[in-house]
Every structure is written in structure tokens, then in C-alpha cells.
């Protein structure tokens, strides 16, 4: 791999082996043994079919909590670098807060809310990425917020980074259908050093599907880069 120019979505994509120090865990879904034996949840879990991690889609009553979908990792993380690679379809008519779904960070094993964690929330209607707490069942503390392109009425594959170390973190993600608009955010908040990691099918009112999901340290070859894009 030639030295990156520019954000690291710039040449790793698709989540590859080459972004993590060896050996990383990677879960292609494409094993619903594997997916159980490292992942868990106590609601309507999602389904693993087709080599993906399958949401959704979202009954989208006033009862937030219907179909609300978490997984979440067995083992805690620390500084941690996640890839994941991703398939969503924002809807055309969309509502502000209803179309989201949320990758969370260090994620306290008796949280409550996801609070003393950070998650990154991809709000659709909003083609919008936040950085953010959740507070209470319906309340956030934003930390940092980017705009984000997205194609309405249409599937859209992404490659999202998240990487954190100490109380700093930072996101890429790329749109296949944008690959030159790159958003980098990053942000601090101080939380627990390690938790578990949690992937939330949240109030879509399309199907979310993870076909790629590797987890692990960054390769020497892309941490400084990494720790250059920290807050």
C-alpha cells in the first residue's frame, strides 16, 4: 500500500486487514455461530442472512423502544480503532430525529441510555453526523457535529472509521457514491478508558445491513495519521 494522501477512507477501503495491527477481529457475518458467540443484545436482535447484520426496518410508532435492535460486543475495548462497512437507504420524505443509527463507543456495561459513552449517530433525514451522549431515553449532548452526503431513495454503501484513544476521538466516513467527500470529525469527551462497543438499528424506517465489521489496534502504518486527526 503506497503512503496515504489525505484521510485514510482515501485508500483502505471496504474495511481491509491492512488498517489493523495483527490480528484484528473481523466479523463478516457471513457465520450466525461466530456473530453469537461475540455479540449479544436483549431486544429485537437483528438477524444475520446474506453475509450481513440485517436492521430493521423500523416500525416507526411513537414507541421508540419497538424493534429497537442493539447489538453489542461480549469483551471491552480500550483505545480501539472500528471499521465497518455498511448499507443504508435514507428515505426520500424524512423526518428530523426519526431516521438514525448510531455506532457506540466504550459503552459502560451497566449504562443506562448509552450514558458515559460516546456513539456516533448518522442521522439521515438530516444527511447529518454527530458525535454525541444520550442523556436520557429522548436527549442528547452533542460534542461535535459535520454534514454528511447521502442519496435519498437509494441504497447507499459507507465505510465509517472510529477511532478512540484516552478521551479522544475521531470518525471517517465515505459514500461510495461520493468518494471524493470524505468527512473527518473528531471529538473529546471524557468517559471510562474501555467499555464494550455497540452497534444500534435505531428508528430506521428502512433496513440498515452491516456486510463487514473489523475491530482492533491500528496498524503502524496508519497511526500517526490517526493520531493526527484527533481533537
Known amino acids: 500500500m503506497e503512503p496515504c494522501d489525505g484521510p485514510l477512507l482515501n485508500c483502505y477501503v471496504g474495511c481491509p486487514d491492512e488498517l489493523f495491527a495483527v490480528p484484528p477481529y473481523v466479523e463478516e457475518f457471513d457465520d450466525p455461530a461466530q456473530y453469537d458467540a461475540h455479540w449479544g443484545g436483549t431486544w429485537a436482535a437483528p438477524t444475520v442472512a446474506g453475509g450481513s447484520l ?103 454503501t459507507l465505510d465509517v472509521l472510529i477511532y478512540a484513544q484516552g478521551d479522544k476521538y475521531v470518525a471517517e466516513l465515505r459514500n461510495a457514491a461520493h468518494p471524493d467527500e470524505i468527512t473527518v470529525l473528531p471529538a473529546e469527551a471524557q468517559f471510562s478508558p474501555t467499555g464494550l462497543l455497540t452497534l ?3 428508528r430506521d424506517s428502512e433496513a440498515v445491513h452491516v456486510d463487514r465489521l473489523v475491530l482492533g489496534g491500528p496498524a503502524a502504518e496508519v497511526y500517526d495519521k490517526l493520531v493526527a486527526e484527533l481533537p
Open 54 to 156: 440485517n436492521f430493521g426496518p423500523h416500525p416507526m410508532t411513537p414507541d421508540w423502544w419497538d424493534n429497537y435492535s442493539p447489538t453489542w460486543s461480549k469483551e471491552e475495548y480500550g483505545d480501539t480503532l472500528l471499521c465497518a462497512r455498511l448499507r443504508l437507504t435514507p428515505p426520500v420524505v424524512a423526518i428530523p430525529d426519526e431516521d438514525m443509527f448510531e455506532v457506540t463507543m466504550r459503552l459502560p456495561a451497566d449504562a443506562a441510555y448509552e450514558t458515559g459513552a460516546m456513539s456516533l449517530g448518522l442521522l439521515t433525514a438530516e444527511s447529518q453526523l454527530v458525535f454525541r451522549t444520550r442523556i436520557a431515553e429522548a436527549q442528547w449532548q452533542d460534542h461535535a457535529e459535520a454534514p454528511f452526503p447521502l442519496d435519498r431513495g437509494v441504497e447507499n
Open 200 to 202: 444500534l438499528g435505531w
